[in-house]
């Protein structure tokens, strides 16, 4: 990529319900998009579907547990977006 070309770059948050577990609660997997390309990974967190806020990507927030999975995410898309920003530095 030239340093002229602008990027796109997405984080997303979203929940597996087809692979939901035994206790009902279904993995977190992380989708990050770049220049249209994606991947998906694992965060290898569970949460019950219910408590998903699909439009914010996070959990409602309202237990001590869904308050860590949010601040969990929140460190996953602050990691993402240095090291993709570190990529671009280089690129430069």
Known sequence: MKASQRST??????????????????????????????????????????????????TKGETKEEKQVNEILLDFYSTIKRKYNDMIFRCM
């Open 9 to 58: 770059f997405k984080v997303v948050f979203l929940i597996q319900k087809g692979k939901c577990r035994a206790d009902g609660k279904a993995p977190i997997l992380a989708r990050i998009t770049v220049n249209k390309e994606m991947a998906h990974f694992s965060t290898k967190i569970y949460i019950s579907p219910d408590r998903w806020i699909p439009e914010e990507y996070r």
